[in-house]
């Protein structure tokens, strides 16, 4: 096998596939090699992912990516078919919604204006509104909610397969090796080395590897503010089922639920320590979840948690966004990691704007400039008022 490409990706998760993806779609002809450390992906945050799709943030940036993405998961399955391989992605546009109390609702009515400036039909709801969404509903605390009815929840790992495939199939070699260090000199990439020792040489390396990112940037001394953050989803079923199909709800708690086919996933927002960690404990959903979900909705008063999982989120300290572009100093050194909980749903936004700004220099379809890795030293972050 040749040791050597035009373009070496680290991790061939949802971001890294999607990016091979692009690149060779939109007419880089060089030599891919995607290194890929789990070819069962095991411990990947993508098909540990909620699936969450929304377009309820609050800058333009990240506004756009999910409006780019919006449309591209809305026609996933017939423009990503592979013969008769599909990749149905599943995308159950039921919404996506807010619950506020009476200040979270002063933000809201801000976040819509912002939104409603870039093209997102989100809306402002009443009690009343809420109740005809999740007729059982309890919203004695509550004074309303934001919603965006196009928004909803999908499968990430038949995402990930769908670019892994289409990259594959254009061309991209994915060799399941683990990169143990980045190899550079005069302040330019030269590739890198595999922990069994070999390396492979290339003039442009992209830092696709989720969670493990900044370990591997900060070794090669190219730290950035990135740490792997534990979070927990659990699988429950309850006695007796709800009216309508949920949309993914955020409770102002900050646990989350949603309909998972019949059943239902809840998980929650909330400060831990940073680590990689993938334990997850049933009394962690009893003490913490279910309290909140059954004071929310009657019927979640009996359930019956079936499983649970922990992934872990490449969670950006600083401003908890992606950090994407050159790193400054290391040509052809490339970001794409710190999605901080929102990276498979900017994952075909990413895709294109990576493929853009290696192939043309700049990009054209949106301007990912704002994520740029420079940020933090010209302390021009990207603040956004709706990251959980
Ligand atoms: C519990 C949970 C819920 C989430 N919910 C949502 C949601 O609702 N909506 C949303 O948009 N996002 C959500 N996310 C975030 C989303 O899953 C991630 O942002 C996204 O999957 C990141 O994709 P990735 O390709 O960067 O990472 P990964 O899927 O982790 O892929 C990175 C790959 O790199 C490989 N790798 C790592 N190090 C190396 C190395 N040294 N050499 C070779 N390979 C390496 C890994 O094996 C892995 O396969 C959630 C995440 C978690 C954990």
Same mark, same amino acid.
């Given at each position: 096998?040749?040791?050597?490409?035009?373009? $070496? $990706?680290?991790?061939?998760? *949802?971001?890294?596939?999607?990016?091979? &993806?692009?690149?060779?779609?939109?007419?880089?002809?060089?030599?891919?090699?995607?290194?890929?450390?789990?070819? /069962?992906?095991?411990?990947?945050?993508?098909?540990?992912? =909620?699936?969450?799709?929304?377009?309820?943030?609050? /800058?333009?940036?990240? *506004?756009?990516?999910?409006?780019?993405?919006?449309?591209?998961?809305?026609?996933?399955?017939?423009?990503? !078919?592979?013969?008769?391989?599909?990749?149905?992605?599943?995308?159950?546009?039921?919404?996506?919604?807010?619950?506020?109390?009476?200040?979270?609702?002063?933000?809201?009515?801000?976040? +819509?204006? $912002?939104?409603?400036?870039?093209?997102?039909?989100?809306?402002?709801?009443?009690?009343?509104?809420?109740?005809?969404?999740?007729?059982?509903?309890?919203?004695?605390?509550?004074?309303?909610?934001?919603?965006?009815?196009?928004?909803? &929840?999908?499968?990430?790992?038949?995402?990930? @397969?769908? &670019? *892994?495939?289409?990259?594959?199939?254009?061309? =991209?070699?994915?060799?399941?090796?683990?990169?143990?260090?980045?190899?550079?000199?005069?302040?330019?990439?030269?590739?890198?080395?595999?922990?069994?020792?070999?390396?492979?040489?290339?003039?442009?390396?992209?830092?696709?590897?989720?969670?493990?990112?900044?370990?591997?940037?900060?070794?090669?001394?190219?730290?950035?503010?990135?740490?792997?953050?534990?979070?927990?989803?659990?699988?429950?079923?309850?006695?007796?089922?709800?009216?309508?199909?949920?949309?993914? /709800?955020?409770?102002?708690?900050?646990?989350?639920?949603?309909?998972?086919?019949?059943?239902?996933?809840?998980?929650?927002?909330?400060?831990?320590?940073?680590?990689?960690? #993938? /334990?997850?404990?049933?009394?962690?959903?009893?003490?913490?979840?279910?309290?909140?979900?059954?004071?929310?909705?009657?019927?979640?008063?009996?359930?019956?948690?079936?499983?649970?999982? !922990?992934?872990?989120?490449?969670?950006?300290? +600083?401003?908890?966004?992606?950090? $994407?572009?050159?790193?400054?100093?290391?040509?052809? &050194? #490339?970001?794409?990691?710190?999605?901080?909980?929102?990276?498979? @749903?900017?994952?075909?936004?990413?895709?294109?704007?990576?493929?853009?700004?290696?192939?043309?220099?700049?990009?054209?379809?949106?301007?990912?400039?704002?994520?740029?890795?420079?940020?933090?030293?010209?302390?021009?972050? +990207?603040?956004?008022? !709706?990251?959980?």
């Amino acid at each position: 096998m040749a040791n050597s490409a035009d373009l $070496i $990706i680290i991790g061939g998760g *949802i971001i890294g596939s999607s990016v091979a &993806y692009h690149l060779l779609h939109d007419g880089f002809t060089g030599k891919i090699i995607v290194f890929e450390k789990d070819s /069962t992906y095991e411990f990947a945050s993508t098909p540990r992912s =909620a699936g969450g799709f929304r377009q309820l943030f609050t /800058t333009a940036v990240n *506004i756009q990516m999910s409006r780019f993405s919006l449309q591209v998961y809305k026609q996933f399955a017939k423009n990503m !078919a592979i013969g008769d391989d599909t990749f149905e992605i599943d995308f159950k546009q039921r919404g996506y919604l807010f619950l506020g109390t009476e200040t979270m609702m002063q933000h809201f009515k801000e976040h +819509v204006k $912002i939104q409603h400036q870039n093209g997102v039909s989100s809306e402002l709801l009443g009690k009343k509104e809420l109740l005809e969404i999740i007729p059982e509903l309890h919203t004695d605390d509550l004074a309303g909610g934001l919603y965006c009815a196009e928004s909803g &929840y999908l499968d990430p790992y038949s995402v990930m @397969q769908g &670019y *892994i495939k289409q990259a594959k199939k254009l061309g =991209a070699e994915y060799r399941y090796e683990e990169v143990g260090s980045l190899l550079s000199g005069q302040n330019r990439i030269k590739g890198v080395r595999l922990t069994n020792g070999e390396e492979c040489l290339a003039p442009v390396v992209i830092n696709c590897a989720g969670a493990w990112a900044s370990s591997l940037s900060k070794r090669a001394n190219m730290p950035l503010p990135v740490e792997p953050l534990p979070r927990r989803i659990f699988l429950f079923d309850c006695e007796k089922p709800l009216k309508n199909a949920l949309p993914l /709800t955020m409770d102002p708690t900050g646990a989350y639920f949603r309909h998972e086919g019949k059943k239902f996933i809840a998980g929650i927002a909330e400060d831990m320590e940073p680590k990689i960690d #993938f /334990t997850w404990k049933r009394s962690e959903f009893i003490d913490r979840i279910w309290p909140i979900l059954a004071g929310r909705i009657p019927n979640f008063e009996k359930v019956k948690v079936e499983r649970g999982w !922990a992934g872990l989120y490449d969670y950006n300290t +600083v401003d908890h966004n992606a950090i $994407i572009g050159e790193y400054p100093g290391m040509k052809g &050194y #490339f970001t794409a990691f710190g999605f901080s909980g929102h990276g498979m @749903q900017q994952a075909p936004a990413v895709g294109k704007g990576i493929s853009e700004l290696i192939r043309t220099g700049r990009y054209e379809t949106i301007d990912l400039t704002p994520l740029r890795v420079e940020r933090f030293a010209e302390n021009d972050l +990207v603040v956004e008022d !709706a990251v959980y």
